[in-house]
């Protein structure tokens, strides 16, 4: 079942125009001092309040001079009508209770991801944001970096061609963690970047996963996604916490050029590749040159477009700001994050099943 577009909220909380919108982080562990930041720097946003059931962390978070109010309380945040809006870094386990009540309470609400801990729970939060007019985002950091910003770009004006395939290495010695598997770590970034940049109608159909626990810590420490898009083409995915050897690589192929994302390049994180195969349609040929191939190769230059410097999470901040103050959705709305969700859920279940092939029904309907 899809979910109906939201309605434009008209009457949102947020000040009027020219005030900065009040906000509140809640979590103040390993991300939460990021927004925290990152909100101080905006314009956009006064930040208000930093929630965390530890308030001595908090404290430490804000250091020694700030004016910002701690609180161990997320109902006493919620009843702040200076607080219009809030930014969630609590464990995704925590995110259906928390998003739910800031919006209850009206307030519009970013949500570090994942959006919500299942399919399901996502979906009551895009709901109720909807019910009420209220902007939901989910914090997709890397869409916002500037490289996927620039494949995005380059894939929407047409420059690659068609995508044939996709190919995604995110490898490392990771933390192994102690509630999720490495799909539901990792996945969620190639994830959200593959919903990001693909072209409007372009989507994913089904997923295949599998994957491997060498190391007898319950759950799966390096696996493999393999889905199909609607076109025909095809996407791989490769997590893993066990590789010594950290690489963080995206190929995206196009029918006309071929584009390499290094991102631990940083002198050239993109690179696009005037190289490919070219295939002459059977119309164009005479019988004899049909039977020869259709295939030539293609060998022209490589071009690094150049990127600007910025911190994705300060591009992240001012879209929220953008969307509440628009009532427009985000980039990365809730319905993204629900996309993300349904192909971890479905990733899953293919892992259980020995890797069968599960086909995605709802979220690109979302
Ligand atoms: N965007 C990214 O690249 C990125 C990177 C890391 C983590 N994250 C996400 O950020 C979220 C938080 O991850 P983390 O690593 O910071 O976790 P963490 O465990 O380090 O911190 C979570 C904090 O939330 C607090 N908390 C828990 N329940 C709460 C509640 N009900 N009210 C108030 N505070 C509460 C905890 O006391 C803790 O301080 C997760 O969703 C994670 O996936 C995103």
Same mark, same amino acid.
């Given at each position: 079942?899809?979910v109906?577009p ?7 909380p947020?000040?009027?125009?020219g005030e900065p919108?009040?906000?509140a982080?809640i979590?103040?562990?390993?991300w939460?001092p990021?927004?925290v930041?990152n909100?101080q720097?905006?314009t956009?946003?006064r930040?208000?309040r930093l ?16 004016t910002?109010?701690v609180?161990a309380?997320l109902?006493e945040v919620?009843a702040?009508?200076?607080v219009?809006?809030v930014?969630i870094?609590t464990?995704?386990g925590?995110?259906?209770p928390?998003?739910?009540?800031a919006l209850?309470a009206g307030?519009h %609400?970013l $949500?570090e991801k994942p959006?919500a801990?299942?399919y399901a729970?996502g =979906?009551?939060? !895009?709901e109720?944001?909807?019910? &009420?007019?209220?902007t ?8 916002y970096?500037?490289?996927?910003l620039?494949?995005?770009?380059l894939l929407?004006?047409g420059?690659?061609?068609?995508l ?6 995110r ?5 192994v963690q102690?509630?999720i598997d490495?799909v539901?770590?990792?996945a969620?970034h190639?994830?959200?970047?593959l919903?990001f940049?693909l072209?409007p109608?372009?989507f994913? %159909?089904? $997923? ?6 060498g190391i007898?810590?319950g =759950?799966?420490? !390096?696996a493999?996604?393999?889905? &199909? ?11 893993n916490w066990?590789?010594?050897v ?7 192929g196009g ?5 390499v994302?290094d991102?631990l390049n940083?002198?050239?994180r993109l690179a696009?590749?005037?190289?490919g195969?070219?295939v002459?349609s ?6 004899e040159e049909?039977r020869?191939?259709l ?6 230059d490589m $071009?690094?477009p150049a990127l600007?410097?910025r911190e994705?999470l ?6 929220y700001?953008?969307?509440?103050t ?16 349904e ?9 259980a099943?020995?890797g069968?092939t599960i ?8």
């Amino acid at each position: 079942m899809s979910v109906t577009p939201p309605p434009p909220a008209t009457d949102g909380p947020a000040g009027p125009a020219g005030e900065p919108i009040g906000i509140a982080v809640i979590g103040a562990g390993y991300w939460g001092p990021n927004l925290v930041r990152n909100f101080q720097a905006s314009t956009t946003f006064r930040l208000r309040r930093l929630c965390d059931l530890d308030v001595e962390k908090a404290h430490r978070v804000l250091g020694g001079y700030s004016t910002v109010q701690v609180s161990a309380d997320l109902d006493e945040v919620l009843a702040d009508p200076e607080v219009q809006a809030v930014a969630i870094a609590t464990p995704a386990g925590t995110h259906l209770p928390v998003a739910l009540a800031a919006l209850r309470a009206g307030k519009h %609400v970013l $949500v570090e991801k994942p959006l919500a801990a299942t399919y399901a729970e996502g =979906r009551q939060l !895009v709901e109720e944001a909807d019910r &009420r007019g209220l902007t939901l985002m989910c914090d997709h950091t890397y869409c916002y970096t500037p490289a996927v910003l620039r494949i995005r770009e380059l894939l929407h004006s047409g420059e690659l061609g068609e995508l044939h395939f996709l190919d995604s290495v995110r490898i490392n010695l990771g933390l192994v963690q102690r509630d999720i598997d490495v799909v539901w770590d990792l996945a969620p970034h190639d994830l959200s970047i593959l919903d990001f940049v693909l072209p409007p109608g372009v989507f994913p %159909v089904s $997923v295949a996963a599998h994957g491997a626990d060498g190391i007898g810590a319950g =759950r799966a420490c !390096v696996a493999y996604l393999t889905l &199909r898009l609607n076109t025909g083409a095809i996407a791989h995915i490769h997590v893993n916490w066990l590789s010594p050897v950290k690489i963080r690589t995206t190929i995206f192929g196009g029918s006309k050029r071929t584009l390499v994302w290094d991102d631990l390049n940083p002198s050239q994180r993109l690179a696009v590749y005037d190289r490919g195969v070219d295939v002459a349609s059977p119309e164009e040929l005479d019988d004899e040159e049909r039977r020869d191939m259709l295939v030539s190769y293609r060998s022209g230059d490589m $071009v690094a477009p150049a990127l600007v410097e910025r911190e994705a999470l300060r591009t992240m901040v001012d879209e929220y700001g953008r969307a509440i103050t628009t009532g427009t959705p985000a980039l990365t709305d809730g319905r993204s994050g629900l996309r993300v969700l349904e192909i971890l859920q479905a990733a899953s279940r293919s892992l259980a099943e020995g890797g069968a092939t599960i086909q995605l029904d709802e979220g690109h309907k979302a």
